[in-house]
């Protein structure tokens, strides 16, 4: 098996809302991901996860807020957005182990900031 | 730093012409990782391939073959016979391995390609 869920597939929200984007993989992985994608542009990487503890934050800002609660499941907590927020949300999963693996992405959520 | 330029924005074909997406990198790893990737209008990104700085091998799945040639720095990507359901756009990549685990993907900015009757 290997899939990547997410949920919701679309959200909107406003400005002032707080929201969650959930993540979730049954694949043992031990590396989980966060990609932002704007319309015609490749996926730029947001956060890393490896072995349920933070490594990479690429200066994202403060009103995106990761969390890993357990190795299964990945979460993205959404605060104060802006308009240009809107996007697609891609997470994406790899075995985490020494070495180069390939990444398993999710369907994604496509998200509207009104 | 590491860089993948895919020159070609957008291609269109007619189903069952062949068609080879072009793939350029840049990096001064002697070991390294590219990709190829698969999205589809649904927004899902799809793995194809992994190849590392070793295996020069072209290999062939199905439809698909690829051509990686370390002397251009290229890792091209041939559809033969190229359906509709090929109408995606796809993404190669070029990888470095994380400290810790993981590692992080540097996409070319893709190619559209769209399949006609």
């Known amino acids: 098996d290997t899939e990547v869920t997410q949920t919701p597939k679309h959200l909107v929200m406003g400005m002032t809302n707080k929201k969650s984007l959930k993540c979730e993989q049954h694949m043992g992985h031990r590396a989980m991901y966060w990609y932002k994608q704007k319309a015609k542009k490749p996926p730029e990487l947001m956060f890393v996860y490896s072995y349920e503890k933070l490594s990479i934050n690429e200066s994202v800002p403060s009103r995106f807020s990761p969390e890993c609660p357990n190795s299964s499941l990945l979460n993205l907590h959404l605060h104060a957005l802006q308009p240009e927020d809107s996007a697609l949300y891609l997470c994406?999963?790899?075995?985490?182990?020494?070495?180069?693996?390939?990444?398993?992405f999710g369907p994604g959520t496509r998200l509207t900031v009104t | 730093a590491q860089k993948v330029t895919q020159a070609q924005t957008e291609i269109s074909v007619v189903e069952k012409e062949d068609v080879t997406l072009d793939c350029v990198y840049e990096t001064r790893d002697t070991t390294y990782y590219l990709f190829w990737y698969k999205q589809p209008p649904s927004g899902e990104l799809v793995f194809l391939i992994r190849r590392n700085s070793f295996d020069e091998q072209n290999e062939i799945s199905g439809r698909y073959s690829w051509n990686f040639q370390k002397s251009t720095s290229s890792f091209n990507f041939t559809i033969t016979a190229s359906q509709v359901v090929d109408s995606a756009v796809y993404f190669c990549a070029l990888s470095e391995p994380l400290t810790g685990g993981g590692n992080k993907l540097t996409f070319g900015t893709g190619t559209q390609l769209k399949v006609e009757l």
């Open positions: 994406a999963s790899s075995p985490g182990l020494a070495g180069v693996y390939e990444q398993y």
